[in-house]
Nanobody
């Protein structure tokens, strides 16, 4: 059974940092490009960051460039998102996702999804 399990969310203040993790099981981890998405109440799910299978291609949403860093460890089947200088507008449920191909910021490109971890940033 293919699974992605996120962890690391929480309640923080503006300017703080959080590190999200996503542990994969049951799928050939290094066959997939990986991404973090987020969804705030009443809003569409949006792509936050993407990393290619080997880690040599990275993409970020403009809203998080310079603050968030995506990384992966293919030996440990884990994906991470380091989030610095958090802002109230970063408040959302964060999901990790895996895909073989397709546009990185479109949810429909992704085959596997985790259940999400909540990030709440207070002002």
């Amino acid at each position: 059974l293919e699974q992605l399990l996120e962890s690391g969310g929480g309640l923080v203040q503006a300017g703080d940092s959080l590190r999200l993790s996503c542990a994969a099981s049951g799928l050939p981890f290094d066959d997939y490009g990986l991404a973090w998405f987020r969804q705030a109440p009443g809003k569409e799910r949006e792509g936050v960051a993407y990393i290619s299978r080997s880690g040599d291609v990275l993409h970020y949403a403009d809203s998080v460039k310079g603050r968030f860093t995506i990384s992966r460890d293919n030996a440990k089947d884990t994906l991470s998102l380091q989030m610095n200088n958090l802002k109230p507008e970063d408040t959302a449920m964060y999901y990790c996702a895996a895909r073989v191909s397709g546009t990185w910021y479109l949810p429909r490109s992704f085959t596997y999804w985790g259940q999400g971890t909540q990030v709440t940033v207070s002002s």
